[in-house]
């Protein structure tokens, strides 16, 4: 029986290490869809330069992150870096996938592995904030 209890407690351990970061990779990417489809709305509406459009894009992304990380790892207590890297990770190559479809054609180039830099840098120090956030 105690074999049994141990198998039970490994198995929930592995999933509990990845619930919280799909949870919050589902949620970063839903805060992009709905603050993308908001900065389109405000584009088409408005005289926004172009050179204003890249920069908003990073904002939206680090927010988006950034809110991912603190939903996802909102019970979590430890390795805030490394659930945060994930996130940030994941939500870089999901971002760029979703949003590849809908624009109907993929690019590779030096901005993807740019973003995925970005995505990942802020995902482990957005992981740490959160997580550290909880102990005071």
């Known amino acids: 029986m105690k074999l049994k209890a141990k198998i039970l407690k490994k198995s929930e351990g592995k999933s509990s ?3 919280p970061i799909i949870k919050g990779v589902v949620v970063a ?3 992009a869809l709905v603050l993308i489809l908001l900065f389109a709305f405000l584009l088409r509406f408005t ?3 172009e050179n204003i459009i890249a920069p908003v894009n990073q904002v939206i992304k680090g927010i988006s992150i950034f809110l991912g990380v603190l939903f996802g790892l909102k ?5 805030g870096i490394i659930n945060g890297l994930f996130i940030g990770l994941l939500f870089t190559i999901l971002a760029f996938l979703v949003f590849s479809l809908l624009d109907g054609a993929f690019v590779f180039d030096r901005t993807l592995i ?3 830099i970005f995505g990942t840098i802020i995902g482990a120090i957005c992981g740490i904030i959160c997580v550290n956030l909880k102990k005071f």
């Open 114 to 116: 740019n973003d995925i």
């Open 17 to 19: 290490f990845f619930k």
């Open 29 to 31: 990417l839903c805060v």
């Open 47 to 49: 005289n926004i330069p």
């Open 75 to 79: 019970k979590v207590k430890e390795n």
